[in-house]
């Protein structure tokens, strides 16, 4: 697991240099829809959460994801949102994770959590062919489905990296593509402390906040995140929760 999580840092770490996180910073042009979008073109209610029902056209809202798990930081991480009624979205990886740690993904849902994809071998999906697409998508949705009952409605792509291409074969397989407004880079990093800084310096309301419980560093600033935007009064919910009552749509992409 350590050798993954190593590999994993290392190439986060050459994206960082080539281009600090391409979709948020100019280095391609992408349509995406916000959150408060989503809400204002819905027409009908969306269903009671699982920590209680919020409206995040009153209430300042905030969404949890991490990216990359399950890992041996997740029974951790787990007990760190539970204890504080927090609900997450967990973009899972399928290849030495989903595979190594299935009761990791059934208690994720048994607890209320999103779990949605992070493809399967975190391949750039930019860089494939159709089919090889495909395959990256396909894999980690029937293993979840086959833990939890549930078939994924969301991914987020590796990197961040999408096109046109991945777009179509999303709406092809159900999926909506879900990126973020904030991102601690806790690949750069193991200080915890520094990682809860830079959330909170970026947070604001609707932000869909990135981070990786495979790094050693990233678990043990959760608390202090979720403490600290709960006194700035924000409520933390799933994505699909944020979008609520409207929903994500096949082939779209938000952040």
Request: hydrophobic letters at 40%; proline letters at 6%.
């Amino acid at each position: 697991m350590r050798r993954r999580g190593i590999s994993f840092r290392g190439a986060a770490a050459f994206l960082a240099a080539l281009c600090l996180a391409p979709v948020l910073s100019g280095c391609t042009t992408l349509e995406t829809t916000a959150p408060s979008a989503v809400r204002a073109e819905a027409a009908s209610a969306a269903k009671a959460a699982v920590f209680g029902s919020v409206d995040c056209r009153r209430a300042k809202c905030v969404a949890l994801t991490f990216d990359a798990g399950p890992s041996e930081n997740s029974p951790r991480l787990l007990d760190i949102l539970k204890e504080k009624q927090v609900p997450a979205t967990f973009f899972l990886l399928g290849k030495r994770h989903i595979e190594k740690f299935p009761e990791l993904v059934r208690r994720m849902a048994d607890e209320g959590h999103e779990v949605a994809s992070h493809t399967w071998d975190h391949k750039i999906l930019t860089e494939l062919e159709p089919d090889e697409i495909r395959e990256e998508l396909r894999r980690p949705n029937e293993e979840i489905e086959r833990l939890t009952g549930r078939r994924p409605t969301l991914m987020r792509p590796p990197q961040g990296r999408t096109d046109d291409t991945v777009h179509e074969i999303c709406r092809e397989l159900g999926l909506s593509e879900v990126l973020w407004s904030v991102t601690a880079k806790d690949y750069t990093t193991e200080d915890s402390d520094l990682i809860r800084r830079r959330v909170l310096a970026q947070t604001e309301r609707d932000g869909i906040i990135l981070l990786h419980d495979i790094y050693d560093g990233t678990v043990p600033a959760v608390p202090g995140i979720i403490d600290a935007l709960k006194e700035r009064g924000y409520v933390f919910v799933t994505v699909p929760q944020l979008l609520a009552p409207g929903r994500a749509e096949p082939g779209q992409v938000y952040r």
